[in-house]
């Protein structure tokens, strides 16, 4: 069980600060980034907006130096 007001257990997934909390997995990394660049909305976005799009759901450790 968590306890801490950053650290929310729901529906048996880990939330950081309202995210859900993405544990080291390289191919899970890759599949969500995946996921935010091949949407028809975004239509391939830069670095910066790739990482808006990314952190608005997820959140993991050094993220923004895995998204470049």
């Not at 007001?5 to 995210?19: A, H, M, Q, T, V």
């Not at 996921?35 to 808006?52: A, G, V």
Request: charged content about 20%; overall charge positive; aromatic content about 20%.
């Amino acid at each position: 069980m968590v306890h801490s007001l950053e650290w929310s257990n729901i529906d048996r997934l880990l939330y950081f600060r309202g995210k859900i909390y993405i544990p080291w997995t390289l191919d899970l990394y890759r599949k969500i980034i995946a996921l935010c660049y091949d949407t028809k909305i975004t239509s391939h976005p830069s670095h910066w907006k790739m990482l808006e799009l990314v952190s608005h759901n997820y959140w993991w450790p050094q993220m923004f130096q895995y998204i470049r």
